[in-house]
């Protein structure tokens, strides 16, 4: 858990996540990461830190959570009706979405649950190698599941009604009975969860969606603006730090823009076998 924002959060996070792939290959790596937002923080390197951090969590991470701040200071305020969060509202609903979408992996011996592992989680959320960033949204438990698709409880300043979802997992955590949480599932046509646990209750979504190269291409938009007049490049090269690796990660993190971009068009045009049901797209779901 770390933010793309700060140098801690994005340099020593990088450095951190490429020393665990280097001393445990073939442990997962599951990174849930806060993307900047200008709206909560005035930082003017976060396009920087946000980039080259991106480009680490590109190389090194089995999978990528995004939680944006943006967007969360958004959903709070339009959903959750809080004027002007704070850091202590954003950092109460960020732990709500990370319980929710790891409780059946936290908690393995859970008698009324279906307990999985990181690896199985992992391979929910990333359908294939370098679609490994996902999107995430949280309701409370008495909400419609229908409604983790609208804006204003996304936590990732995207559309992902506008594209084609890739992977798509819905998370029931509380006390309703496992028939209920059952019977929401297959609106989505997904694998639920749904420990009863004595904890925060709710529903969170974690979906892989060709609309998260939004977010990319907003970072590299950002950091195009400052690396082209060359502004405080001087905190990164004075460092150690060369053009050319500053460089490799703005191509990296646009190649994934890229990425992103070309898997909705490819899931599109792609014609439909005989005996698979059409993939969910224009945020649609199927009844």
Not at 63 to 90: G, K, M, Q, Y
Request: a neutral charge.
């Amino acid at each position: 858990m770390h933010s793309l924002g700060g140098g801690t959060g994005s340099g020593l996070g990088a450095m951190a996540l490429r020393q665990l792939r280097a001393t445990y290959p073939k442990v997962p790596i599951l990174s849930c990461a806060v993307l900047p937002s200008t709206r909560v923080s005035s930082v003017v390197t976060e396009p920087y830190n946000a980039l080259l951090a991106i480009d680490a969590l590109r190389q090194h991470a089995d999978a990528c959570l995004f939680l944006d701040n943006e967007a969360l200071v958004s959903a709070l305020e339009l959903r959750w009706r809080i004027p002007e969060p704070t850091h202590a509202d954003l950092n109460a609903m960020i732990a709500e979405i990370l319980g929710g979408a790891t409780a059946s992996v936290r908690f393995p011996n859970d008698p009324g649950g279906r307990a999985i592992g990181l690896d199985e989680a992992i391979r929910q959320w990333v359908p294939r190698p370098g679609l490994k960033f996902a999107v995430t949204a949280a309701l409370p438990l008495s909400g419609q599941p229908g409604d983790l698709l609208g804006d204003d409880s996304l936590f990732s300043s995207c559309r992902p009604a506008g594209g084609i979802f890739h992977a798509l997992a819905v998370y029931f955590r509380g006390r309703q009975a496992r028939s209920g949480a059952a019977a929401s599932a297959p609106e989505f046509h997904l694998k639920a969860a749904a420990p009863r646990l004595p904890e925060h209750e709710g529903i969170v979504l974690v979906a892989n969606n060709s609309e998260i190269g939004m977010i990319f291409e907003r970072i590299c938009a950002q950091f195009d603006q400052l690396w082209s007049r060359q502004a405080f490049a001087n905190w990164y090269l004075g460092e150690g730090m060369t053009p050319e690796e500053i460089a490799a990660a703005r191509r990296g993190v646009g190649d994934l823009a890229g990425l992103y971009a070309r898997s909705g068009v490819r899931r599109r045009e792609r014609p439909q076998a005989a005996n698979l049901p059409p993939p969910i797209t224009g945020g649609q779901i199927r009844p």
